[in-house]
C-alpha cells in the first residue's frame, strides 16, 4: 500500500524560498515514479514535477529554473525545493506516485499517469 504524507507548506512572501517534504517508503521511492502536483482555487490540477526510479526528472515551464524535485531513499523522504516564488505559485501542492506500468525513463507529468496521492499542503505566496 502506497502512503504518502506532505510537510512544509506554509505562507511566504514573493522572492522566498519553501522546501515540501513527502514521506513516502523506501520502497516507493525506489520504484515508483514520484511527483509533485498542484492546484489553485478554481482551477485544474496540474504537474510541476516528477522524478523518476532512477533520478531523472521532468518539470513544467512555469517553474524550471526556479523548482528541483529531489529524493533521499535513506531518508524515506521526496522534496521539492521552490526558490524565487511568485504569488501565482499559490496552490495546494500534493504529492503523488505514479499509476503501476506508467514510470518510464522521462517521468510523466500527467495526473492521468498518477494513482496515489497525499493530502496535500498549502503554498501561498504573497506580493
Known amino acids: 500500500q502506497v502512503q504518502l504524507v506532505e510537510s512544509g507548506g506554509g505562507s511566504v512572501q514573493a522572492g522566498g524560498s519553501l522546501r515540501l517534504s513527502c514521506a513516502a517508503s523506501?520502497?516507493?521511492?525506489?520504484?515508483?515514479?514520484m511527483g509533485w502536483f498542484r492546484q489553485a482555487p478554481g482551477m485544474e490540477r496540474e504537474g510541476v514535477a516528477t522524478?523518476?526510479?532512477?533520478?531523472?526528472?521532468t518539470y513544467a515551464d512555469s517553474v524550471k529554473g526556479r523548482f528541483t524535485i529531489s529524493k533521499d531513499s535513506a531518508k524515506n523522504t521526496l522534496y521539492l525545493q521552490m526558490n524565487s516564488l511568485k504569488p501565482e505559485d499559490t496552490a495546494m501542492y500534493s504529492c503523488?506516485?505514479?499509476?503501476?506500468?506508467?514510470?518510464?525513463?522521462?517521468?510523466?507529468?500527467?495526473?492521468?499517469?498518477?494513482?496515489?496521492w497525499g493530502q496535500g499542503t498549502q503554498v501561498t505566496v504573497s506580493s
Open positions: 503523488a506516485a505514479a499509476k503501476p506500468f506508467r514510470c518510464t525513463l522521462v517521468p510523466p507529468l500527467g495526473e492521468q499517469d498518477f494513482g496515489y
Open positions: 523506501r520502497y516507493t521511492l525506489t520504484n515508483y515514479c
Open positions: 522524478i523518476g526510479r532512477y533520478g531523472t526528472t
